[in-house]
């Protein structure tokens, strides 16, 4: 594909989908829902990792309303359903981990995309808004389901009913995201933070994914057998037998991702 709306970067094991449609703060139209979509899924099976940012000021301002033709009479099941649905799935389907590195403001469904990931790193200044109810609607692109797992029930209702500013600081003191860090460098650190998964155990870090999310839908029986089915195959790859190998030599470990 093309790529109109965002830039790809594959570097190192790093795959870097960057939004750049910065004169609208990386709002997003059909084009690049179907660009991001499709960039984290090629990503996906040559990166070790993909990292989601913007360009210019704004991580992502959500939906760009001024896209539309006729914004107050759009079909939002139908953009939702066939736009939005696969962009989400094909992050949160991503066989390596997402890192979303949030360089600015992310309101509505740009706040939802990056909760979407992995990992969440964002900038001090930056900020997540879930706006929707300041236009009559309710979160969408995932916002209700990420919402309460990630901040909890009471703070998700809040942040829902009142769409107000959460800044970086507050969502990283509320557990909504990985982290809050200076401005400068930012790219620097994200940067450390992927090159860091990027060599590590890349199955390992799936089968973590998995767990973690399971157990929101499991009981602990459930549970501990996903956990030992997991740790199964986790023990029989070349990089656990790696792992083991460096702890005895007394050396980092070197892993393949297999």
């Not at 981990?97 to 600015?104: D, K, R």
């Not at 890349?202 to 499991?218: D, S």
Request: net charge negative; proline share 4%; glycine share 8%.
């Amino acid at each position: 594909m093309d790529y109109q709306t965002i830039t790809l970067e594959i570097a190192d094991d790093i795959a870097v989908v960057r939004l750049d449609r910065p004169d609208v703060m990386n709002a997003m139209n059909t084009q690049m829902r179907a660009e991001i979509g499709h960039a984290v899924r090629e990503a996906g099976q040559g990166a070790r990792v993909v990292v989601l940012t913007g360009n210019g000021r704004a991580f992502c301002s959500g939906q760009d309303l001024g896209d539309e033709q006729d914004a107050a009479n759009m079909d939002l099941e139908r953009i939702l359903r066939d736009e939005y649905v696969p962009m989400l799935r094909a992050i949160y389907d991503c066989p390596v981990p997402v890192i979303a590195a949030v360089n600015g403001p992310a309101a509505g469904a740009g706040a939802n995309l990056a909760l979407a990931a992995d990992v969440v790193i964002a900038t001090e200044s930056a900020y997540f808004m879930q706006a929707f109810t300041r236009i009559g609607l309710i979160p969408d692109a995932g916002g209700t389901w990420f919402l309460p797992r990630q901040m909890g029930l009471a703070k998700a209702m809040g942040a829902a009913l009142f769409a107000e500013r959460i800044s970086a600081r507050q969502a990283d003191d509320w557990g909504m995201i990985w982290e809050a860090v200076a401005d400068e460098p930012f790219e620097e650190h994200w940067r450390k933070r992927a090159a860091h998964l990027a060599q590590g155990p890349t199955r390992a870090y799936n089968a973590v994914r998995q767990a973690i999310r399971g157990a929101f839908e499991a009981g602990l029986d459930d549970q501990l057998m996903l956990e030992a089915r997991l740790q199964g195959q986790c023990g029989k790859t070349r990089d656990f037998q790696e792992g083991v190998l460096a702890f005895l030599e007394k050396r980092p470990a070197t892993y393949e991702g297999r």
